[in-house]
């Protein structure tokens, strides 16, 4: 499964496109979720713990899977 970069201008860093799956960073989980008021890093880490938001890879390469945020908004915050 072959990795290919986004190459949109705002998100350039933050976003990565696989054949299966958008995924985000930690970062750009807490934007996308907090929306005007961002929400903290840690805080997407407790949701992944949770079970609420899914995450892939280890170290500085995690990411969270973009579905599972819009999931998790749609719900508003409960999953």
Request: glycine letters at 8%.
């Amino acid at each position: 499964m072959a990795k290919t970069r986004s190459m949109t201008a705002t998100a350039e860093q933050d976003v990565y496109r696989t054949s299966v799956q958008l995924l985000v960073t930690y970062e750009k989980a807490a934007e996308i979720i907090g929306g005007d008021k961002p929400v903290s890093v840690r805080h997407v880490e407790r949701l992944v713990a949770a079970g609420k938001l899914r995450s892939i890879g280890s170290g500085q390469a995690r990411r969270i899977v973009y579905n599972s945020i819009i999931s998790y908004i749609e719900t508003g915050g409960r999953l």
